[in-house]
């Protein structure tokens, strides 16, 4: 397991070297002076060098590469020039709301995800089948965006059930949290759902096939003990790495929903960054995302080693 570890967050180091020279990048990518475009069009030739000495842009590139990794090894990702404090603390502020936003539709994904996939593999080829993939590519073809518009159309001005928008933290209101984070989740989860639903039924109707599932069968074992007993978890590989995808298109996912929701997450810090110009937090809160998906893989990579044994001793 040791070995297996070590090549994973050696994978892994290298994933995040080549985001963080991205994330460098990115303010020399955008045409035009970055300073003077954050100031409007009335700022002085004074105020936009004040600005570029602020962000380190009167530096030469290699001194601005190196002074970037330094303040990336202490944990500084630099000052927001909108919020004018720093964007590590920004980016810690904001974390608990998208990854509770994600785990929440990830949760709703999952679990209605697999067990529309085994539904399908059971009834191979007849109508519960049909309808089951059908419904998943409907399914992955609407836009976050669209969907999250429709719910609120639907559940918070016609019919009142549920608010439009806005975040309660956990702490203060469990239920009021609940309430607000119904819908932004469903909007994330419902996308992903048909995504896993059509691997878990991939992998389930290989599964079913296998001498061993046949033989269950002819011992007379209940149809549901074959299907979650022994059937499931040899099939579980594939669908651990799609719940690994899916959790970084959720991540993603959450800035357009967070947009549309009114909710404080990362995803709209970065919106947010992009429409005001403010190149330090959008140059961190890219490589924070990296990070926490690099994070939820290595542990989906860690739970291939717990389900099956022989992935360590590939």
Request: charged share 10%.
């Amino acid at each position: 397991m040791g070995h297996f570890l070590i090549r994973r967050l050696a994978g892994a180091f290298l994933v995040l070297v080549l985001v963080s020279l991205m994330s460098f990048a990115l303010i020399w990518l955008v045409p035009g002076d970055p300073a003077a475009a954050f100031l409007d069009a009335s700022a002085t030739p004074e105020q936009v060098a004040k600005l570029r000495s602020a962000l380190g842009l009167d530096l030469s590139l290699p001194q601005q590469m190196f002074g970037w990794y330094g303040r990336i090894l202490s944990g500084d990702l630099g000052q927001s020039i909108l919020l004018n404090r720093s964007v590590t603390a920004a980016l810690i502020e904001r974390l608990p709301v998208t990854l509770s936003l994600a785990a929440l539709a990830l949760a709703f994904a999952v679990f209605f995800g697999v067990a529309a996939g085994i539904i399908a593999a059971v009834n191979h080829n007849r109508w519960p089948d049909q309808a089951v993939m059908t419904t998943a590519l409907l399914g992955l073809s609407v836009p976050d965006f669209w969907l999250g518009l429709v719910m609120v159309l639907v559940f918070a001005v016609s019919l009142g059930w549920l608010p439009s928008g806005g975040f309660t933290p956990f702490l203060e209101s469990p239920s009021q949290w609940l309430r607000g984070m119904v819908l932004p989740a469903l909007t994330l989860g419902l996308v992903q759902v048909g995504f896993i639903a059509r691997m878990a039924r991939a992998s389930m109707l290989d599964t079913l096939s296998q001498d061993y599932v046949r033989t269950a069968d002819a011992k007379g074992l209940a149809k549901l003990h074959v299907v979650l007993r022994h059937a499931l978890p040899n099939a579980m590989i594939p669908i651990l790495t799609v719940i690994g995808i899916v959790s970084g298109a959720l991540l993603g996912g959450a800035v357009i929903v967070e947009q549309v929701f009114s909710i404080p997450g990362v995803g709209r810090l970065i919106v947010g960054a992009i429409a005001s110009r403010d190149f330090p937090v959008l140059q961190g809160g890219l490589l924070f995302l990296a990070v926490v998906y690099l994070a939820i893989n290595l542990v989906v990579d860690i739970l291939y080693a717990v389900v099956d044994p022989r992935v360590r001793l590939a």
